[in-house]
């Protein structure tokens, strides 16, 4: 007989973490809330993030107290367990994986413009939301651990196309950002872009790993719920991703402008263009999405003001146009 500790203390240990985690997310939604004015249709996705959040906790937590209060140490019901429950969280999780992805994607698409390279990730979440649903459909149906052999094929795919869709959607940033930093020539840049490259790969490896620490797991050990506690886990490793790269960006503008070198002007979520009077050339800054890259001005001009010069006017008089802003 399967014990106790590998079928319901497992769970246990995982909702605590989980409830970790989730307290974490709760102070990242905090910090969202209060720091940007996003347009409204990103705001509707946070908070529908954490509606379905809260209702796979709360099935979770159903979960864990019908197989350690309510049904303690019934060897019949720990093997064919409630189904209601188990709907609720691998649902939420499947959906929160979608969100995220989906919000991941389309980062990708402003920072490439590239919309061929980014319909195969929404294809492969898509895919990957279809399989865990029905799993999800599997799962209510087959409740006993003897039937997780017919889960097996459905949920490989569901595991492994979120796997494949985080990593390919990791590298394609890193390879986009790589590209920014090497058409970047000072320091300051490419210190900002090694900091969103190295956010892009620990948000998207963190995810895949688990998938794939589930994948292992579900078929390799089939008499016990450990999988499942990693699965717990799984739902809050994305809302955690979603937050920490919506939140990431303050600090980000925070170090753009706060620091400067050799001429370099951070100016996030704009596009200016700078001439300079005659045919002097000048950079035009860009920035894509919520990356800021850069600023250079070929050419110096100084301003001078005389005393009681009004600074209403750039160029002071019409006499003086060698100041330029």
């Not at 001429?263 to 005659?278: E, F, K, L, Q, Y």
Request: some cysteine; hydrophobic content about 45%.
């Amino acid at each position: 007989m399967t014990s106790i500790d590998s079928l319901v203390g497992c769970l246990l240990v995982a909702t605590w973490l989980n409830s970790i985690l989730f307290g974490i997310q709760l102070i990242q939604a905090n910090t969202y809330f209060k720091t940007y004015r996003d347009p409204w249709y990103l705001r509707l996705m946070v908070i529908a993030l954490y509606a379905i959040d809260i209702a796979g906790l709360m099935g979770q937590f159903t979960t864990v107290y019908l197989d350690a209060i309510t049904h303690y140490g019934e060897a019949t019901y720990l093997n064919s367990p409630s189904a209601p429950p188990r709907g609720m969280y691998l649902v939420s999780i499947q959906l929160t994986a979608a969100i995220v992805q989906c919000f991941l994607v389309a980062r990708l698409y402003r920072l490439s413009g590239n919309i061929w390279i980014c319909i195969p990730l929404w294809l492969g979440s898509l895919l990957s939301l279809g399989s865990g649903l029905g799993l999800t459909t599997i799962n209510l149906t087959f409740r006993s651990l003897s039937d997780r052999s017919r889960q097996i094929v459905v949920t490989r795919i569901w595991l492994v196309a979120a796997a494949v869709v985080d990593v390919l959607v990791a590298a394609g940033l890193v390879a986009y950002l790589w590209q920014a930093k090497r058409k970047s020539h000072f320091a300051h840049t490419h210190n900002i872009l090694k900091r969103l490259m190295t956010s892009s790969l620990e948000t998207g490896s963190i995810t895949a790993l688990l998938a794939i620490v589930v994948e292992v797991l579900f078929s390799t050990l089939t008499k016990t719920n450990l999988q499942v506690a990693f699965v717990f886990l799984l739902g809050r490793a994305y809302g955690l991703t979603l937050m920490s790269n919506l939140n990431a960006r303050e600090e980000l503008r925070k170090a753009s402008t706060s620091q400067t070198d050799s001429g370099a002007i951070s100016m996030p979520n704009r596009t200016t263009h700078v001439r300079h009077p005659g045919n002097q050339s000048a950079f035009v800054n860009t920035t894509n999405g919520n990356y800021p890259i850069e600023i250079q001005v070929a050419q110096t001009a100084m301003t001078h003001l005389e005393d009681g010069q009004k600074l209403g006017s750039p160029y002071g008089d019409e006499s003086n146009k060698s100041a330029y802003v």
